[in-house]
């Protein structure tokens, strides 16, 4: 692997490097194995041991164009039975190398070999080859609407197998038993549309499973999803893996990477690390460089070892409670007697909520920005299903906010009606001292309120990025003065100044989202509301655009937004939880977030923050929210701990000196 | 969402109309709708109706689906009812109103048009709630075969029928959420000239243009993945088979354009 001579990184002993420079046939490529061995992995080397590889590519390159390289000398073998994750930012090659795996691209140099067929030998593609390949290989990518073609789940699941020739009894063996691997057995006549994205895209992965593939190739298939349809999808893929299925998982959470044997790193079209989980997340500082980030178990550890904890750096949950339990022994009762002695302010969490509370943390002072008083919402065509029942809030000027519940809670049209898009049936939503029934306002009212829909990019349609993000501030009647110097501002906070005359459509991913949201900050409303701002970013993307968003903040702006993530909500200074058109709970994080809640909050689908979820396991007596909160926790545990175990006076200094 | 459409909307069900052939099915309905434009009198049209309620009853699609799916064309019928009521001059004049004339001629059309219509429309509708696309498409295909042969490729049209069916709903969806993000940007889309309201529509319909060359190209990812091939062969997990019941369907059908015609001999 010349190219990817920084994955000696990876690769930690000399002669491995060797083994991986040249692959020419089988033979080599087994060599190739043989160097993802030494990265750590048995698994693999097991396999080694007497067995082609599945897929092997040798030497590939791709390029779309002239000038864009998707791929670069790229290198891999893997195993049957293998679980691979690939890693990359945004425009690593990733997508591209899942197309190349599945058969579906060819590539411009180098030599393929799918399910035992070279492919493609010297950029020589073999189209029959291809095709006897495709049936051994099943891919399933993000939008689960895109790749479901019939309106009935089951004669979806039955499309595959159709094409394969099989006879009926066959595909109808097939299509139970895979209906039933990933739990939608009893959706089985329902029509794709009216299923969550979670259930469709594990109807996708059913129909590519009914082909019987070898190898299964998930390209970001949770982006798109909510954290329990995530879940699901890892649950799917944990029962294949068991089976013997190659699986090859594209995906941007680093969370999902730690259930592979190996994981790959991509960046610029080359593979820069290939090894085990823990191996791999040890090289921090060059992830990060590429955009990436580590689990958080990993960053918690290393943050712990900062801080003068005696812990390993894992990234295995179980391993690093077991070093952490000792040395702060958290019990209880001794932990709150020692921290009340310590004289340090203690966090107190109200304990004694149970079941639907509706606490009155965050509600809104003086002139709120935002009221919602017993509002209720039905879709006419719906049977008169109700989307919103008796809902009230307030939101006070310049604060955040966050809508947290799963699929089908009520949260867009929430958020279509605090938008004025739509009136609600009962009670009334008043923005900005606007009542938003009052139909002659509503133009007045759309420029206060900015509404960043769900994938924002799908709103783009002007010739220019400067044309489009001047459509908002031009319907505002503004004078064509002001909507430059709104323009040039909006862009300059989103950082795509110099691109003014660029199509939107030739932007990358995450521009083009940056760019749509330009066009609704350049209205310079006074409440933005966000639908999923970061579904399907990267973690580059996604730490850009939460810089963005404190500074609109930071401006005076209230947020309003919809997330999957209890970490993002937990940011926020009101949540909002919603669970079957009704509210929830309603209340500061630190509330919302208490231990007490986390039974209700999984039966909704949710869950409680990264932080708080440890803090409970270590049966820690606050609830911290960030990282950063548990760590602080944490040494004034051991400190306490310390003090009460053998008086040494000094290690408390210690612990607080770090807690600061 | 305001703009879903009930095209496609197959009602889940197992009774005789579900059950029946999709090609012996498509077969009826044709024939019953194009017989509608037989219906001249009272009593032909009140036996297309009682016919049609009792395939309706046959059906098993609760009547409120039923209701909802021909909502949008019976509103447009009664549009047409309207115009009848005021254009047609003929026959002797009922009620005269300034300008407005209401004939005997002219009541009869806005009654006999719009009904005997409803009557296909509901035949047209209980053949999409009882007819999975697939079927559909297998039924299409059958009836576009014997073209093939002079070329035309059948069983590819008969496959973008049944992904536009698969679509509409997914793309009406898109539509709503462009529309939402481009109202909450000031784009006057209900109001305003005639003209303002064109150019606020770019704004949707380039979005919309964008965003389904996305799909098509996502979607033609995911044929090949699952090794689609246009024009190879395919197995049928329900493979086609006229029964007796179909036979009997399509003799029933005969029968019931043969009693159409009679009235009209009658009348």
Known sequence: MQAGSNSSAACQGSSCSQSKTAVHGLTGACGTVAGAVCAGDTAAGAVCAGHDPLIALDDVTLRYGDDVTALSHVNLAVASGERICVLGANGSGKSTLASVIAGLLAPDEGTVSLVGRTVCRDGQPDFEAYGHARRKIGLVFQNPDDQIVTSIVEEDVAFGPENLCLPPDEIGRRVERELARVAMGDYARSDPSRLSGGQKQRVAIAGALAMEPEVLVLDEPGALLDVRGRRGIMRVMAGLRAQGTTIIHITHFMEEALAADRVLVMDHGRIMFDGGPPEVFSHCDELLALGLELPFTARLSAELRVHGFDVPWTCDDEELREALAPQCACTRAGHASAAEADGLPQERVPSDQTGRTTTTGGAPQGNPACTVERVSYSYNDDGGRRALEDISFGVSRGSSVAIVGQTGSGKSTLVRLLCALEVPDAGRIVVDGIDTARKRDRRLLHGRIGYVMQHPERQLFAETVLEDVAYGPRNMGLSPDEVRARCARALELVGLTGREDASPFTLSGGQQRLCAIAGVLAMEPKVLVLDEPMAGLDPHGRAQLEQILSDVLAAGTTSIRVTHSMDDAAKADQVIVLAQARLLMRGTPEEVYAPTHEAELHRAGLGLPAATRWALALGLDAAPLTMSALVRELSRTRAVAARLGSGLSDAAEGGDEHGA | ?267
Not at chain 2, 61 to 78: A, C, E, H, W, Y
Not at chain 2, 126 to 153: K, V
Not at chain 2, 186 to 201: D, M, N, Q, T
Not at chain 2, 213 to 235: E, F, Q
Request: charged content about 15%; overall charge positive; aromatic content about 6%.
């Open chain 2, 1 to 267: 969402m305001a703009l879903k459409l009930s095209i496609g909307q197959y009602w889940p069900g197992t009774s005789l109309l579900h059950r029946l052939d999709p090609r012996a099915k498509v077969a009826c309905a044709i024939l019953m709708m194009v017989s509608v434009f037989f219906i001249r009198s009272l009593a032909q049209l009140g036996f297309a109706w009682a016919c049609a309620l009792a395939l309706v009853l046959v059906s098993r699609v609760p009547l409120r689906k039923v209701l909802s799916s021909i909502k949008p064309i019976v509103f447009m019928l009664t549009l047409l009812s309207v115009c009848n009521l005021l254009l047609v001059k003929t026959g002797d004049v009922l009620v005269q109103f300034g300008p407005l004339v209401i004939t005997t001629g002219s009541a009869w059309a806005a009654l006999l048009y719009p009904l005997r219509l409803v009557v296909a429309v509901i035949v047209a509708a209980l053949l999409l709630l009882t007819t999975t696309p697939t079927e559909l498409t297998d039924a299409f295909d059958a009836g576009l075969a014997p073209l093939a042969r002079f070329g035309l490729p059948a069983h590819e049209l008969a496959m973008v029928f049944s992904l536009m069916l698969r679509f509409i709903p997914t793309i009406a969806d898109e539509t709503q959420a462009i529309l939402d993000a481009q109202t909450s940007r000031g784009g006057a889309l209900a109001e305003g000239s005639p003209l303002r309201r064109v150019k606020a529509v770019v704004p949707v319909v380039v979005a919309l243009l964008a965003s389904s060359t996305r799909h098509a190209n996502n979607l033609s990812r995911a044929l090949d993945a699952r090794c689609y091939v246009g024009g190879a062969a395919r197995s049928h997990w329900h493979p086609l088979h006229m029964e007796r019941r179909d036979w009997v369907a399509l003799a029933m059908t005969a029968a019931y354009v043969g009693c159409l015609l009679a009235l009209s001999l009658v009348g």
